[in-house]
């Protein structure tokens, strides 16, 4: 036996004994919950369960002996037998004391480790039958060299944490018997009650104490790394105290000569914020390194001003910092209908975009291009996708910009330089994932400052946009994950490299019947609203609505529409505020025209096709569809041609390639006409209106019908309007924006369209009321065109 205090032996009496007691055959059991016994050593207890305060009262009235186990699962509180082990430790009671709360402390002195054969009983304490498990001890140099590493590991590790007392090293280095020393180590050591059942659970003493000279390796190891972590972090503590007092002492001499600390005061606020963002390896070392320029800089000098506003911009710019909010396409879809009405096609084609941005792993956003005339909701579609995405939204207009600075900013050499517009909205956004509009993109021009279209090129490039670098800033900047939406009215003004980058999403217009919904739904109660009138107090006849439409506005959206609604909703408030109306009041179709007075819209269709040699084309404009009359003419002369109109090179070229098909084909065409028609007179095709310039090959098939109408006197039906390319052969090319044409066709009342058969394919993006209101007929010959288009000649005309 050692000399050490905490392995001695009692009896059941109290007192030492040099022998223990003989093992019975079966003992109480009493479960251990995260602590396992060993023996020899003194183990105190807390006991609270019923159970075990009835199973100590037994055992206090006898031996005082009982079986201590630990259990396999700690978070289990009342062990079946099953969850307990199978090898525990005898234990003697060696002094017991209740307290007040119910529950009983105790010492118990750990003696023989003994292996659990059979349960006798459960209730109301466990019972079971026991044998001894004897050590296994054989004597060597080998198990001396081991006994000697384990003291020698166990002494370090007890040097080198506070929580094991130094009382422990008298007490190792005195014990000579292997196996009470391992049973010390092993109830001393902070290893997992597992390991410490392992070790209790080996009889063989020598593999007992490999066992735990690797635990102790293990040990002094964590212990020395946990060291190193400590060294270093007092290290790092030490250097930013020596900082604090330096930089107090710097304060001091400061206030000692006077000078202001309300740059110092700037200076620690901008550490404090640039230590707070997530900055990029480079972006930090340009701050550090600004930073200390700054502190070097005297408060008064102008450079001061200029490093501190580039610092301000790198803390205020978001870096790292995105919404991470998965896009709900079901959600998405409900906003786009509720916000917007019809363009079934466009919000598909978004949705589109969003299911593909909702399942790429790839974090790189999206360049869409809504491209239309102007009021068609481009604009609000943006701010519609934004809160689709649940996203910040922030619009750039780029319409007359001329300078690159305004896209890129401007070098920090100039007075006055600040970042360029894409990083004004990144920091108004605060996020690296916001929703950009970029309005009016095809408004750009280039100036004296540059090209803004070629520093667009970078800003909507997903391969180059994730380095983006504004002059001003001089860093990368990662625009890969913003979702740009562009707007414009004329892709033809785009280049070609730009338009390249985007998406293309073409909204034509609206057709009357949307138009209507529109303004019932969305356009009435809104500017009743910002009228001040009461819900209810105002409302609109279908009849006015369609009249306003159809007299007072010109447009493929419904931005005029919204402005005329207005008037009327001004008028009605002055009304109200006068004390002249009261009460509920409807907006008939009448009372529409008395408000708005004069009709803007002239009915000059049925004037300009009463006679022979007047044709309706169509034409594409930057707000919508329209129909372009073109009026031919015959004078006694010598075989001239002449166009007017302010007519581009195209559209001459167009009407020279009708004439010279024409003069091929007249016997076909005017079989009644004189043979030398064309030598006795000169031609003269006008285009009005003069001051409005024209250009695009689409008018060919109209010049063609007109001349033949002239030539042939069959006048030309009033309900056909007409487009498409004519060639020198007579072929019928196709010509783009069929869709705003026919939609310009149906709002002056046109029932039938003639196109080029290669557009027919063009007719399935025709919303449903459009092909029901217009018959259109597609050809590849013009001859099918003067078929359609002639009407036979009338009988009293030479």
């Not at 005297?298 to 978001?318: N, T």
Request: aromatic share 4%; with cysteine; charged share 30%.
């Amino acid at each position: 036996m050692s000399s050490g205090s905490d392995l001695v032996i009692v009896g059941a009496d109290g007192h030492p004994i040099d022998e223990p007691t003989p093992v019975p055959a079966a003992l109480a059991v009493l479960p251990l919950r995260e602590t396992v016994p060993f023996p020899d050593l003194v183990i105190p207890l807390a006991v609270g369960q019923e159970r075990s305060l009835k199973l100590l009262d037994d055992v206090l009235s006898a031996d005082r002996r009982f079986v201590m186990v630990a259990g396999r699962d700690p978070d289990v509180e009342s062990p079946t037998p099953e969850q307990l082990y199978d090898v525990g430790v005898i234990g003697t009671i060696a002094r017991l004391m209740k307290v007040p709360d119910g529950s009983t402390r105790l010492l118990v002195q750990g003696g023989q480790r003994v292996r659990i054969t059979r349960w006798t009983q459960r209730e109301p304490y466990l019972v079971a039958t026991i044998e001894e498990l004897p050590d296994t001890v054989e004597q060597s140099d080998e198990l001396t060299a081991l006994v000697r590493e384990v003291q020698r590991t166990f002494l370090s590790i007890v040097d080198a944490v506070p929580y094991l007392p130094e009382e422990l090293q008298l007490a190792v280095a005195n014990i000579e018997d292997a196996s009470q020393l391992s049973h010390l180590i092993a109830s001393a050591l902070r290893i997992t009650a597992v390991e410490k059942q392992e070790l209790l659970e080996q009889a063989d003493v020598e593999l007992r104490l490999r066992r735990l000279v690797q635990l102790l390796a293990r040990e002094l190891d964590v212990i020395s790394i946990g060291t190193r972590i400590q060294d270093q972090v007092q290290s790092e503590l030490d250097k930013g105290q020596r900082e604090f007092v330096l930089r107090q002492q710097l304060r001091a001499i400061q206030a000692e000569l006077g000078e202001d600390d309300d740059s110092q005061r700037e200076i620690d606020e901008l550490r404090e914020q640039l230590g707070a963002r997530d900055l990029p390896e480079e972006v930090r070392k340009t701050a550090d390194r600004e930073l200390g320029r700054l502190a070097a800089i005297p408060a008064a000098s102008p450079e001061h001003g200029v490093v501190r506003g580039y610092l301000e911009w790198i803390a205020l710019l978001p870096w790292g910092a995105a919404t991470e909010q998965p896009i709900d396409l079901g959600l998405a879809k409900e906003i786009l209908d509720g916000d917007h009405y019809g363009l079934e096609q466009v919000k598909d084609k978004i949705l589109e975009h969003l299911a593909v941005l909702s399942l790429s792993h790839e974090s790189r956003g999206t360049i869409l291009c809504l491209a239309g005339p102007p009021g068609v909701g481009k604009t609000s579609l943006g701010k519609s996708i934004a809160r689709a995405m649940d996203r910040s939204f922030q619009r750039i207009s780029v319409g007359g910009v001329r300078d690159e600075a305004e896209i890129r900013g401007h070098r920090r050499t100039y007075v006055g330089a600040m970042p360029g517009s894409v990083l004004r909205a990144m920091r108004d956004a605060a996020t690296t994932n916001p929703v950009i509009l970029v309005d009016e993109i095809d408004k750009m021009s280039s100036g004296f400052g540059g090209d803004p279209t070629a520093a667009m090129l970078e800003v909507l490039d997903p391969e180059q946009n994730s380095t983006f670098r504004d002059h001003f800033l001089d860093l990368p900047y990662d625009l890969s994950q913003v979702t740009f939406i562009c707007t414009a009215n004329e892709l033809d003004r785009i280049p070609g490299p730009l338009r390249d980058r985007m998406e293309i999403v073409t909204i034509a217009g609206y057709t009357e019947r949307e138009k209507l919904e529109i303004a019932r739904r969305y356009l009435v109660p809104r500017q009743l609203e910002r009228a001040g009138l009461r819900r209810g107090q105002v409302s609109f006849t279908d009849a006015a609505l369609r009249t306003i439409i159809a007299e007072y506005t010109r447009e493929a959206g419904v931005r005029g529409l919204e402005r005329q609604i207005r008037t009327v909703a001004r008028k009605l408030a002055r009304q109200v505020a006068e004390g002249t109306l009261d009460g509920r009041t409807s907006i008939s179709a009448p009372k529409a025209r008395e408000m708005l007075g004069n009709r803007r819209r002239e009915k000059e269709r049925r004037r300009r096709s009463s006679e022979p040699g007047v044709a309706s084309g169509l034409a594409w404009t930057p707000v919508g569809g329209d129909v372009l009359y073109v009026e031919a003419a015959a004078t006694p002369g010598t075989g001239r041609f002449v166009l007017t109109g302010q007519l581009g090179d195209v559209m001459r070229e167009s009407g020279q390639a009708a004439f010279t098909w024409l003069r091929g084909n007249a016997g076909t065409v005017a079989p009644d006409a004189p043979s030398d028609w064309f030598k006795t007179h000169d031609v003269h095709v006008h285009v009005p209106a003069g001051a409005i310039p024209k250009d695009g090959p689409s008018a060919g098939i109209t010049i063609a019908t007109a001349l033949a109408s002239l030539m042939s006197g069959r006048p030309i039906r009033d309900d056909v309007a007409m487009t498409g390319e004519i060639t020198l052969t007579g072929q019928v090319l196709p010509i783009g924006g069929l869709k705003e044409k026919a939609l310009g066709a149906q709002d002056l009342g046109y029932k039938l369209v003639i196109a080029p058969a290669r557009n027919e394919r063009d007719l399935d993006d025709f919303p449903e009321s459009l092909r029901e209101s217009i018959e259109f007929h597609f050809v590849d010959r013009i001859e099918a065109v003067l078929d359609l288009a002639l009407r036979p000649k009338p009988r009293n005309r030479r």
